[in-house]
């Protein structure tokens, strides 16, 4: 018989679980919360290549190649606020990342499930273990419906109910900031994209940042000749009404946006955000890493095992390697699955607690949380102290601790534990 799954969560990292698992042979079953997959859903996302691997082992390498594209290149320059123009700081030539769109992948790994495998509008509300499986209740418009597994993997989000129920008093961190986001039609806009070309050289065949005063943006190209930002923003923590981070802004965030971004960027950015449909705000949190996810039968995978803050573009990333490590796990061990889980934990913890605390660090150091960003002068470090800054990619052992040395004697305000920038996965 096969191993039975219930997976809580259907966005990309329970759905690619459910992919890695069926091809180890398990049966598997998927409660999502939403109604349904909204098309135009989410934005732009970079892929390691780890994750680039972790895909073709699932099968998906030709379908995925179709729906993205190379971005080689990773620059990052300084904004000069009095001029509004651009100098390069640091430019990588063996970024070896892949982008596309959150929701193209999406579609990408439910359409490789059965149909029916990803059961839309369930919202779990109990979890029952006993020594032979778990049962998991799920409100559905149709009332409760109890769904019965040898195992669940849990890979619903930062906000995770299952986690909630099984490490007490956990709490998400609120980061400080906020991310902008949109996508522009670059063929719709023609004019709008060579403009943007003339100011940023390399978009199409990489990722740039941009760095200001307490923030940050980034922009690259999407299959489609989309033109995906991001805009990092230092903000009070904003209420939330809902299981989702997102925020859809209203007239007058926009306009705030819109002002805003006249004071800090370049024109070309300026009139990307303007011309973009449908902005919307994701709040940014992560938590402090822990060290089990496996209780009885129930695992963690994705963001409920280990929230991230994006800027090491770390967590579709993570969790799809979360999935790919599940999957080999289990077909190592297709006859215990309660073993299965713990080897996988065993192999990502401590990966991935490099990750998250890398992410949070290098997120603070860009904003410009660890120094007065008006008073370092980035154009006039040194290329080492400023990939270090920026990107991490040095062979000091420590990245908090070598970044803190560099910069001089400045407060720090990350609080996470130290992490080992050369053991985590570029």
Same mark, same amino acid.
């Given at each position: ?177 906020? +991310? ?97 449909? +449908? ?60 073993? +299965? ?86």
């Amino acid at each position: 018989m096969p191993t039975k799954v219930v997976i809580i969560g259907g966005s990309v990292g329970g759905v690619s679980t459910a992919v890695a698992l069926r091809k180890a042979g398990c049966d598997v079953t998927v409660l999502e919360r939403a109604a349904s997959i909204i098309a135009t859903t989410g934005a732009g996302l970079g892929l390691d290549p780890k994750t680039c691997a972790a895909l073709t082992r699932l099968g998906l390498r030709d379908i995925f190649e179709e729906c993205s594209q190379p971005i080689p290149i990773e620059e990052y320059r300084w904004i000069d606020h009095a001029t509004k123009s651009a100098i390069s700081l640091i430019k990588n030539d063996k970024h070896l990342h892949r982008s596309m769109h959150w929701s193209d992948l999406h579609r990408l790994l439910i359409k490789a499930l059965p149909q029916g495998a990803v059961n839309f509008s369930h919202k779990v509300a109990l979890l029952q273990q006993s020594e032979s499986g778990v049962t998991v209740t799920a409100e559905t418009p149709n009332g409760e419906k109890k769904y019965h597994g040898d195992i669940v993997i849990a890979a619903d989000g930062v906000g995770s109910f299952a986690r909630k129920q099984l490490v007490p008093g956990d709490e998400r961190r609120y980061a400080g900031m906020v +991310a902008w986001r949109g996508v522009c039609d670059g063929n719709a806009h023609p004019e709008l994209l060579a403009e943007l070309k003339a100011d940023f050289e390399t978009l199409g065949n990489g990722i740039i940042f941009d760095i200001a005063d307490r923030c940050m943006n980034l922009i690259y190209m999407i299959p489609g000749n989309r033109i995906n930002w991001l805009w990092y923003r230092d903000a009070p923590e904003p209420k939330l009404g809902s299981h989702s981070v997102t925020i859809r802004p209203n007239t007058e965030d926009m306009q705030k946006l819109y002002t805003d971004a006249e004071n800090t960027w370049t024109p070309a950015f300026v009139k990307l955000i303007k011309t973009s449909k +449908a902005p919307f705000m994701n709040v940014i949190y992560d938590k402090d890493p822990i060290t089990q996810w496996v209780f009885g039968r129930v695992a963690l995978m994705g963001e409920a095992a280990h929230p991230t803050t994006p800027h090491g573009s770390r967590s579709t990333n993570m969790s799809i390697q979360d999935a790919d490590c599940l999957g080999r796990c289990f077909e190592a061990q297709p006859h215990d699955p309660v073993a +299965a889980l713990h080897k996988y934990a065993e192999e990502r913890i401590p990966q991935t607690t490099k990750e998250v605390l890398f992410s949070r660090h290098v997120g603070e150091v860009r904003q410009g949380h660890w120094f007065d960003p008006v008073k370092f002068d980035w154009p006039s470090q040194t290329p080492e102290i400023k990939s270090l800054l920026l990107n991490g990619k040095q062979t000091e052992p420590d990245y908090k601790k070598c970044a803190t040395e560099l910069l001089g004697n400045v407060q720090t305000i990350g609080k996470g534990q130290s992490v080992l920038a050369t053991d985590r996965e570029q």
